[in-house]
């Protein structure tokens, strides 16, 4: 193909083609002589095209330009200058043609195609829905279906106040599989899963909130309950304007998640009651409010209401007591040193495993054991770790276990540790704490709300030294009978007013008739 070029074009074409090509001619100048491979050539052909479309106002220019530099191209290489044509050709193609039919499709037939899926799927569910005659409807909103901390949170809410003649329905994405998730689900009396986490974009948010009112106006919800997911406080707006006294209520878990972050203030109209799961959540949420001049009356939506632990469940029991060591062929006199929760960056699995090898340098490793309970990302680097390190004689990893499993080792266990770099109020803490075992923690999040430091267990700074204090502290445990045994016998104490699972679900009980008799600002008349 040879094309001549037009004298009438502009000096500026001229200026722009000069400027794209540069690189180009560069790297195939270095193809050719070896210095770059055929892939790393392919990028920069990519690069030019795109470039190319950038700086051309028009089609004419971009074929001009193309056209010019395929001749250049044949010049040095025909071969290359053949492969360049072909792409020229269907760059052309998808410019000219594809684009505009692609845009046609997005905005004039897929629309009603995916909308007319949409109504087959919501007629389909609510078909399947259980209407609850009498008693109160509460929708919970939470991302999707995993083990973790905020779902056992709302589990607790669930399990209480069903026998209040509370309705839960649940609206999530599906998660996890496995038997606690399926204990989880039971709970509820409806439940509509979307097959997997929908994307943030206008057709998600579209399809989250036609579920949401759907289910609203089926269930004759009156409350939703949210659970740090993003799509229920988009939805947040149009639900309010189309039901206006359904009652929202939200649950922030930690002060560094995205419910509690500034970029999320925009929401507060929305919300009739915020639940903070501790103090320094609802101190921090105070400032922002006060930071970014938010109406005061807001101020009074937030409250605490800390996590509930079952005291009666978790207590020491005689009849757990080496269970777990029988299971997994532990001697009676091994001492259990417990890591239990997802093997996530946030929760420093792999920090776990430094502190044993710390430890086992320094303390006989002949009645010691440490355990890691749970599963994640994160396991196969604990794995290559504790390989590395040489210490699997001295080590077990349980994978995920239910909550039975969770109280048998914890009542073999003589100490736990938690490493986290960040987190909200810890279960596992409160759990463990309640069964009178100490518990050596990172000072992050809540956790100083319920450990005092060597009175009912111990706190160290999340990253300095965090090895070698964390280490240090559990070898006074291991070597003192009297630091143990104050340790351990004034866990559970600090924890039967302020974390009892019952003064949690009165708190809720509360919460939930209060809200719904109360008549709040909307959020225009709050502007």
């Not at 038997?179 to 039971?186: E, I, M």
């Not at 006989?364 to 396991?379: D, K």
Request: aromatic letters at 10%; glycine letters at 4%; proline letters at 3%.
């Amino acid at each position: 193909m040879i094309i001549k070029e037009n004298k009438s074009q502009t000096s500026t074409v001229i200026k722009q083609r000069e400027k794209i090509t540069k690189i180009l001619f560069a790297d195939i100048v270095r193809y050719r002589n070896g210095y770059l491979s055929l892939r790393q050539l392919k990028e920069t052909v990519l690069f030019f095209a795109v470039e190319l479309a950038k700086v051309t106002k028009n089609l004419k220019n971009y074929i001009y330009i193309f056209f010019l530099t395929i001749r250049d191209i044949y010049r040095l290489s025909p071969g290359l200058g053949l492969v360049l044509n072909g792409v020229m050709f269907y760059l052309i193609i998808r410019r000219t043609f594809l684009r505009p039919l692609f845009w046609i499709m997005k905005n004039f037939i897929l629309p009603p195609f995916l909308c007319g899926i949409r109504h087959v799927e919501l007629s389909r569910v609510r078909r399947s829905l259980k209407q609850s005659p009498d008693g109160i409807n509460v929708l919970c909103l939470i991302p999707k279906v995993v083990v973790g901390g905020s779902e056992k949170v709302m589990l607790d809410i669930v399990n209480g106040l069903k026998l209040h003649n509370y309705h839960f329905h649940l609206f999530a994405a599906q998660g996890e599989k496995n038997d606690w998730c399926l204990n989880f689900l039971k709970k509820f009396d409806n439940i509509v899963m979307l097959k997997e986490m929908l994307i943030y974009d206008q057709y998600a948010i579209e399809k989250y909130l036609d579920y949401l009112k759907s289910l609203i106006k089926t269930l004759n919800v009156e409350i939703i309950l949210i659970s740090n997911t993003l799509m229920a406080y988009t939805s947040l707006p149009q639900i309010k304007a189309e039901f206006p006294n359904i009652k929202i209520v939200d649950l922030l878990h930690a002060k560094h998640l995205l419910p509690a972050s500034d970029k999320m203030l925009w929401a507060v109209p929305y919300v009739d009651q915020r639940v903070c799961i501790s103090r320094e959540v609802k101190v921090n949420m105070e400032e922002k409010y006060r930071l970014n001049k938010i109406n005061e009356c807001y101020l009074q939506r937030l409250i605490v209401i800390y996590n509930g632990n079952d005291m009666t469940k978790f207590q020491r029991q005689n009849s757990l007591i080496e269970k777990f060591k029988a299971q997994y062929a532990i001697a009676k006199d091994i001492k259990i040193i417990s890591f239990i929760g997802r093997l996530h960056p946030e929760k420093r699995p792999s920090l776990f495993v430094d502190i044993a090898k710390h430890i086992l340098t320094r303390y006989s490793s002949n009645n010691i054991m440490f355990v890691m309970a749970g599963g994640g990302e994160e396991l196969q680097l604990v794995k290559e770790l504790i390989h590395t390190y040489g210490i699997e004689n001295n080590f077990i990893l349980t994978g995920m276990i239910n909550s039975d499993h969770v109280q048998e080792l914890l009542a073999d266990t003589y100490a736990l540790l938690i490493v986290s770099e960040r987190e909200g109020l810890p279960l596992i803490m409160v759990e463990a704490m309640s069964m009178n075992i100490p518990v050596i923690s990172t000072d992050v999040g809540a956790t100083r709300e319920v450990i005092t430091h060597g009175v009912n267990g111990f706190l160290v700074h999340s990253q300095d030294n965090i090895v070698e204090n964390v280490a240090s502290l559990l070898i006074q445990l291991l070597t003192s009978t009297e630091t143990y045994q104050r340790i351990s016998q004034n866990s559970r104490q600090a924890l039967l007013e302020k974390f009892s699972l019952e003064n949690m679900i009165n708190q809720y009980i509360e919460l939930f008739d209060s809200v719904r008799a109360s008549v709040g600002l909307t959020a225009m008349e709050s502007n």
